[in-house]
């Protein structure tokens, strides 16, 4: 697979503020703590057009308490990580509704998804949703 490298953008803060206001709104009753990360957060970087964000949530019950409010709003799950990956949580957003690239809102095997958006050209953002008090936050 071809990743595709754009120069800096300063657009990518502006969408990570759209985001972060979007998923304090879905699952602030967790108070969690959101950050941008990745490429796309360093100024003056090239980067795949991709906003990686870090959400730190308090306790392990808080990591599926996400999957809900998420998938209703058009975060796709990758439920199929989390044997390799347990305290972690993957959503990514598309640009446009997962209905209309028949994606499912719940990926829970590598070939449930369509070739065209594992290709990353239709993903707007990777949402990674950890312990906050883990070594990997």
């Known amino acids: 697979m ?11 803060v502006g969408d990570f503020e759209r985001i972060r206001s979007e998923l304090t709104a879905l699952i602030g009753f967790l108070d969690p703590h ?3 990360i990745g490429s796309t957060s360093v100024k003056g970087l ?4 991709i906003i990686d964000v870090l959400v730190g949530v308090d306790s392990e019950s808080d990591l599926d308490s996400v999957v809900a409010p998420l998938t209703k709003f058009d975060y796709v799950y990758y439920e199929v990580y989390n044997a ?4 972690r949580r993957l959503f990514v957003k598309h640009k446009t509704k997962p209905q209309s690239l028949s994606v499912p809102t719940t990926i829970t095997h590598e070939k449930e998804a369509p070739i065209s958006t594992e290709e990353h050209n239709q993903r707007l953002a990777h949402v990674h949703i950890i312990l906050q008090n883990s070594p990997h936050f």
Not at 46 to 49: D, E, W
Not at 84 to 87: C, D, Q, S
């Open 46 to 49: 090239s980067a795949k057009p």
């Open 2 to 12: 071809k990743i595709r490298l754009e120069a800096y953008n300063p657009d990518w």
């Open 84 to 87: 390799v990956m347990p305290y």
């Open 34 to 36: 959101i950050e941008h």
